[in-house]
C-alpha cells in the first residue's frame, strides 16, 4: 500500500462518519481527487481481495469502513453492537413520500397516506432524516420538507438517485423528473389498465 | 407504535383491538388489505361492498375515534352514492367517480413498495457496523402522560420532600459571667505579681468564660488595676499587677 493509501485507511478507520473524497483530499495537499480515489479503490480491493473482516463502502457522498454484513449476527450476539430499532411504518410511508416528492409540504404527505403527519414529522426532524427545505407559494406558506444525508446513510445510499427510478413508479420522482405532475402518471396507468 | 399507546385506554382493555390497529398504517393501508383479501381488481371496484366492508372493519377495529378512518369511510359512502347517479362526461363516456379513489390507491400503492424496497435497504445497512460508533440516541418526546389524581398528589409530595427544609437557628442567650471573672482576676492578681492569659482562663474554659474573662481583664485596665503586654505582636499576654496600686 502507498503512503497516501494508509493514510485514508487512517482517516476512515478515525472517523465516525463517511468521510468525502474531498475531505479526504485535505489530508496530502500534494494529492489530487483522482489520487484519493485510485487511493480509496486500493484499499477496497485490497481489504476484499485479503478477505478482511471490514469493508470500504460508498455511501451518503462520502467513504466510510463498516464491518462485513454476514459478521452482524456474531457481533449483536456478542453484544458488542446493538441494532439501531426499527422505524415504524407511518415514519417509513413518510420517509418514502418525501424522498420522492421533495421539497414537499405536509397536506402532500397526508393526501398520499391518508393520515395525519404531524407527529411522524416531527419525529423524523428530531432524528434528523428530514429537514425544512422552504416554504411553498401556497396560502399560508406551509414549510416544504426534504430528506437529510443521514437519511441516506440510515438507507446505505450513496445519493437519491439510487432509489428505485421513477420509470419503474407510477409516481413521479421529482428532483429527476420535475416536469411531469404525478398525478398525470398515475391517471395515465389507471386508463390503460381499465 | 406499542401496546401501551393512547388506544389501550380508549378502547377500555381490549388489547386484541389495539394490535390490529398497529397493522395498518391508515385508512388506505386497510382498504388496501379489504382489496387483496376480497382479490378485488383495483381498476374495478365494487364501492357499495367495499365500502360496507371498510365501515365494518372500522367497527370491529375499534377504530371509531380515529378521524382519518372516519373520513376515509365518508369519502366511500359518498361515492357509494355517485355510483348510482353517475355524469355522462360526453355521447359514449361516463365519469367514473372512482377515478380519484383508484389513483390515490395506486399511488399509495406504489408507496408501499418504495418502503419495502427502502426497509431492505435499512436492513442491509444495518447489518454493516461502523467502529465505535454509537448514533447519539434520538431526544424522544416526552410521553403522554397517563396518571389519575392520587399518583399526582404523591409525585407532588416526592417533589416537595426534595425540596430542603429551611433551617431555624435557635439564638440562645449566653449570660456572660464578668463578675465572677472580675474576682476570679482579682484573687490572682492579689497573689501574683504577674500571670499569663492561659492562667486567667482556668481550667477547660467554654466560650463564654474566655469572653467573660476577656471583657474584665479590659475593665481592670481601664480602671488601672493591671496592665497588659504583649512582647511582640501575636505574643502571648501577660497580665500584670500595677504597682501603684496595693493589692486587695
Known amino acids: 500500500m502507498n503512503p497516501l493509501t494508509q493514510l485514508i485507511e487512517a482517516a476512515l478507520f478515525s472517523a465516525a462518519?463517511?468521510?468525502?473524497?474531498?475531505?479526504?483530499?485535505?489530508?496530502?495537499?500534494?494529492?489530487?481527487?483522482?489520487?484519493?480515489?485510485?487511493?480509496?479503490?486500493?484499499?477496497?480491493?485490497?481489504?476484499?481481495?485479503?478477505?478482511?473482516?471490514?469493508?470500504?463502502?460508498?455511501?451518503?457522498?462520502?467513504?466510510?469502513?463498516?464491518?462485513?454484513?454476514?459478521?452482524?449476527?456474531?457481533?449483536?450476539?456478542?453484544?458488542?453492537?446493538?441494532?439501531?430499532?426499527?422505524l415504524t411504518g407511518a415514519a417509513m410511508e413518510t420517509l418514502a413520500v418525501i424522498a420522492y416528492r421533495q421539497p414537499v409540504g405536509r397536506a402532500e404527505i397526508e393526501e398520499i397516506r391518508g393520515v395525519n403527519a404531524a407527529g411522524v414529522l416531527r419525529t423524523l426532524q428530531e432524528r434528523d432524516l428530514i429537514e425544512v427545505v422552504g416554504r411553498g407559494e401556497e396560502l399560508g406558506r406551509p414549510l416544504l420538507y426534504g430528506t437529510t444525508n443521514l437519511f441516506l446513510e440510515l438507507l446505505g445510499l450513496k445519493e437519491l438517485g439510487e432509489l428505485p427510478r421513477a420509470e419503474e413508479l407510477t409516481i413521479a420522482l421529482h428532483p429527476h423528473v420535475p416536469e411531469e405532475p404525478a398525478e398525470g402518471e398515475a391517471a395515465a396507468y389507471v386508463e390503460s389498465e381499465s | 407504535m406499542n401496546q401501551n399507546g393512547p388506544h389501550t385506554t380508549a378502547l377500555g382493555g381490549e388489547p386484541g383491538f389495539v394490535v390490529q390497529l398497529d397493522a395498518y398504517s391508515g385508512p388506505l393501508d386497510l382498504l388496501m388489505h379489504l382489496l387483496r383479501e376480497e382479490q378485488i381488481d383495483i381498476a374495478d371496484i365494487p364501492i357499495a361492498r367495499i365500502a360496507d366492508q371498510f365501515l365494518g372493519a372500522i367497527h370491529l377495529l375499534g377504530l371509531n375515534q380515529a378521524a382519518d378512518y372516519l373520513d376515509m369511510a365518508g369519502r366511500l359512502l359518498r361515492l357509494k352514492a355517485q355510483m348510482l347517479l353517475p355524469r355522462r362526461l360526453d355521447d359514449d363516456t361516463w365519469e367514473d367517480p372512482r377515478h380519484e379513489l383508484v389513483r390515490r390507491l395506486l399511488e399509495y400503492q406504489q408507496i408501499r413498495e418504495i418502503v419495502t424496497w427502502m426497509e431492505r435497504a435499512v436492513d442491509r445497512r444495518a447489518s454493516q457496523y461502523v467502529r465505535g460508533y454509537l448514533p447519539p440516541p434520538p431526544e424522544l418526546p416526552p410521553p403522554p402522560l397517563t396518571l389519575d389524581l392520587i399518583e399526582m398528589l404523591s409525585a407532588v409530595e416526592r417533589v416537595i420532600a426534595a425540596i430542603p427544609s429551611p433551617m431555624f437557628h435557635r439564638v440562645v442567650p449566653r449570660p456572660l459571667d464578668v463578675e465572677g471573672a472580675t474576682a476570679r482576676l482579682e484573687a490572682l492578681l492579689a497573689d501574683n505579681e504577674e500571670f499569663g492569659w492561659l492562667q486567667a482562663l482556668g481550667p477547660r474554659p467554654t466560650i463564654t468564660d474566655v469572653l467573660s474573662t476577656f471583657i474584665a481583664l479590659l475593665e481592670l485596665a481601664r480602671r488601672g488595676r493591671l496592665n497588659l503586654v504583649q512582647s511582640a505582636p501575636f505574643a502571648p499576654m501577660v497580665i500584670r499587677r500595677e504597682s501603684t496600686h496595693p493589692a486587695d
Open chain 1, 17 to 86: 462518519r463517511p468521510l468525502t473524497v474531498e475531505e479526504l483530499q485535505t489530508l496530502e495537499q500534494d494529492a489530487s481527487l483522482s489520487d484519493v480515489r485510485q487511493a480509496l479503490d486500493q484499499l477496497r480491493e485490497r481489504y476484499d481481495f485479503n478477505q478482511h473482516g471490514v469493508e470500504v463502502v460508498e455511501l451518503a457522498g462520502g467513504f466510510q469502513i463498516v464491518t462485513r454484513p454476514h459478521f452482524a449476527a456474531a457481533l449483536e450476539r456478542a453484544q458488542f453492537t446493538v441494532r439501531t430499532p426499527k
